[in-house]
């Protein structure tokens, strides 16, 4: 809780915890794989660590490299460190693994030419980010081992979507330990020191900790997949190999990492940015009628910050409503050339169109699979996504329902455009804007004017 109490005391002034926080249970990070491709790595016995699928996501000969050309480049997917703690706690094992260190993590070495160059390497072979790790499980269990072979996870996260599952996965997944070390995230039980907490409550705190650390409810952690604070429990299914993971794992075989101070986490996050991988992206924004009021005014301005926090080499184009059809704001281009002009333009917009949705949904995966076509033949890697803002049904299209739906890629595979859709207002074809983001593996979302701007930040951690 170091990093909580240096937080606390650079606001307040004061110590938030001053007494031993004792570790509850224990629940690692690691990787989850599907079992098959674990096993050709040489899962249980041999150990997997970070440089290995670093190594195998980089090599043009994928799975090939390792006897199964059939299964063909690695993918690999992870949740974003500012927004998820196996994130953060992943990517910050990256840069111990990188520097061969357990403990003592510093801002400097963060940021240090090694530890740049390997997150780097992992960013420009990931397919796929999410802000949660259960939804990013939920992505991988429903589209099968064709469209992600690995993500990070953790221990418990992993098991239970083997449980939740069940026949329906095509292989069981298997929880991967780094092999040069990981976070045990220890949840550990603190009780606060501040004006708010009574005498009372401490002492309450202090008898439900008592509890939580008894036997009797050590021995529940297991079942829930979590693994005991002491090794005097012994582990049993669902923490067992025939489930998916390696009981024999512990401490001594796989080092516990040292949780780095509040600014080597910073600069964790900070290189992440500086290394992800760059994104297309698509807005497509409603401006008929019906956006009048205060609809189109916290549209365009939830756009624009969209538009300036892109980094400045994710590329970034806008679809509007004019008349009956569809068109191009502008050229678009790289966000650091075009994002200011853009922006501007955005902000002159009038709600004054019909809604063409059909139209503009086709219109923006066109564009978007002519430029993949482009980066493919330029050998550029790129994230490609479509953000679909709407607060109506459609009024305009020369396409039907049905040909619209036709424009929309499989979803089966990863490398294809995400779309994103919002349904603004309760006039939305929600429905419909539920469909398209399903079938994408994008994310649908429906908000009022006052959410617009959550939802563009949430958006803008997936690409």
């Given at each position: 809780?170091?990093?909580?109490?240096?937080?606390?005391?650079?606001?307040?002034?004061?110590?938030?915890?001053?007494?031993?926080?004792?570790?509850?249970?224990?629940?690692?990070?690691?990787?989850?794989?599907?079992?098959?491709?674990?096993?050709?790595?040489?899962?249980?016995?041999?150990?997997?660590?970070?440089?290995?699928?670093?190594?195998?996501?980089?090599?043009?000969?994928?799975?090939?490299?390792?006897?199964?050309?059939?299964?063909?480049?690695?993918?690999?997917?992870?949740?974003?460190?500012?927004?998820?703690?196996?994130?953060?706690?992943?990517?910050?094992?990256?840069?111990?693994?990188?520097?061969?260190?357990?403990?003592?993590?510093?801002?400097?070495q963060v940021y240090s030419d090694s530890v740049v160059e390997a997150f780097h390497r992992v960013e420009l072979n990931t397919y796929h980010y999410g802000i949660q790790n259960q939804t990013l499980m939920a992505v991988m269990a429903n589209?099968?081992?064709?469209?992600?072979?690995?993500?990070?996870?953790?221990?418990?996260?992993?098991?239970?979507?083997?449980?939740?599952?069940?026949?329906?996965?095509?292989?069981?997944?298997?929880?991967?330990?780094?092999?040069?070390?990981?976070?045990?995230?220890?949840?550990?039980?603190?009780?606060?020191?501040?004006?708010?907490?009574?005498?009372?409550?401490?002492?309450?705190?202090?008898?439900?900790?008592?509890?939580?650390?008894?036997?009797?409810?050590?021995?529940?952690?297991?079942?829930?997949?979590?693994?005991?604070?002491?090794?005097?429990?012994?582990?049993?299914?669902?923490?067992?190999?025939?489930?998916?993971?390696?009981?024999?794992?512990?401490?001594?075989?796989?080092?516990?990492?040292?949780?780095?101070?509040?600014?080597?986490?910073?600069?964790?996050?900070?290189?992440?940015?500086?290394?992800?991988?760059?994104?297309?992206?698509?807005?497509?924004?409603?401006?008929?009628?019906?956006?009048?009021?205060?609809?189109?005014?916290?549209?365009?301005?939830?756009?624009?910050?969209?538009?300036?926090?892109?980094?400045?080499?994710?590329?970034?184009?806008?679809?509007?409503?004019?008349?009956?059809?569809?068109?191009?704001?502008?050229?678009?281009?790289?966000?650091?050339?075009?994002?200011?002009?853009?922006?501007?333009?955005?902000?002159?917009?009038?709600?004054?169109?019909?809604?063409?949705?059909?139209?503009?949904?086709?219109?923006?995966?066109?564009?978007?699979?002519?430029?993949?076509?482009?980066?493919?033949?330029?050998?550029?890697?790129?994230?490609?996504?479509?953000?679909?803002?709407?607060?109506?049904?459609?009024?305009?299209?020369?396409?039907?329902?049905?040909?619209?739906?036709?424009?929309?890629?499989?979803?089966?595979?990863?490398?294809?455009?995400?779309?994103?859709?919002?349904?603004?207002?309760?006039?939305?074809?929600?429905?419909?804007?539920?469909?398209?983001?399903?079938?994408?593996?994008?994310?649908?979302?429906?908000?009022?004017?006052?959410?617009?701007?959550?939802?563009?930040?949430?958006?803008?951690?997936?690409?």
């Open positions: 809780m170091a990093g909580a109490n240096e937080v606390w005391r650079d606001r307040t002034g004061r110590m938030l915890i001053s007494q031993d926080c004792p570790t509850t249970v224990f629940a690692p990070s690691g990787f989850a794989m599907w079992r098959p491709m674990a096993e050709a790595l040489g899962w249980p016995d041999k150990p997997i660590s970070w440089d290995d699928l670093v190594d195998l996501s980089a090599n043009p000969d994928g799975w090939a490299s390792v006897g199964h050309p059939e299964w063909g480049q690695f993918k690999f997917g992870h949740t974003h460190p500012a927004y998820s703690n196996v994130g953060l706690q992943m990517m910050t094992a990256l840069a111990y693994s990188t520097l061969g260190t357990t403990s003592g993590l510093t801002a400097d589209r099968g081992p064709t469209y992600l072979h690995a993500i990070t996870s953790s221990e418990a996260e992993t098991l239970k979507t083997n449980a939740d599952y069940g026949d329906q996965l095509r292989f069981p997944l298997v929880f991967i330990f780094p092999a040069e070390g990981t976070f045990w995230s220890e949840h550990p039980y603190c009780i606060l020191e501040t004006d708010w907490v009574s005498d009372e409550q401490t002492e309450a705190a202090k008898i439900f900790r008592d509890y939580l650390l008894a036997p009797e409810q050590q021995a529940l952690a297991v079942d829930n997949y979590l693994r005991p604070r002491t090794s005097s429990i012994a582990l049993h299914a669902p923490l067992s190999l025939e489930n998916g993971t390696d009981p024999r794992v512990t401490t001594d075989t796989v080092p516990a990492y040292e949780s780095p101070p509040a600014d080597a986490a910073e600069a964790v996050k900070d290189v992440f940015y500086q290394t992800k991988k760059k994104a297309t992206i698509v807005l497509v924004l409603d401006t008929s009628g019906s956006m009048e009021g205060d609809k189109i005014k916290n549209a365009i301005a939830s756009s624009v910050n969209f538009v300036e926090r892109l980094a400045p080499d994710d590329k970034v184009y806008v679809l509007i409503y004019q008349g009956d059809g569809v068109i191009m704001l502008d050229e678009g281009g790289r966000a650091g050339e075009v994002g200011e002009s853009l922006a501007q333009r955005m902000r002159g917009l009038l709600a004054d169109s019909n809604t063409p949705l059909y139209d503009s949904v086709c219109e923006a995966i066109n564009l978007t699979d002519q430029f993949q076509a482009e980066d493919q033949a330029n050998e550029e890697k790129r994230l490609y996504g479509i953000v679909l803002l709407s607060d109506g049904l459609d009024t305009s299209s020369v396409r039907s329902e049905n040909q619209m739906l036709g424009c929309l890629p499989s979803g089966e595979s990863v490398e294809s455009v995400k779309i994103f859709t919002i349904a603004y207002g309760e006039g939305a074809d929600s429905d419909l804007l539920l469909r398209i983001a399903n079938r994408t593996n994008g994310k649908f979302f429906s908000a009022d004017p006052a959410q617009i701007e959550k939802i563009y930040n949430a958006i803008s951690a997936e690409q």
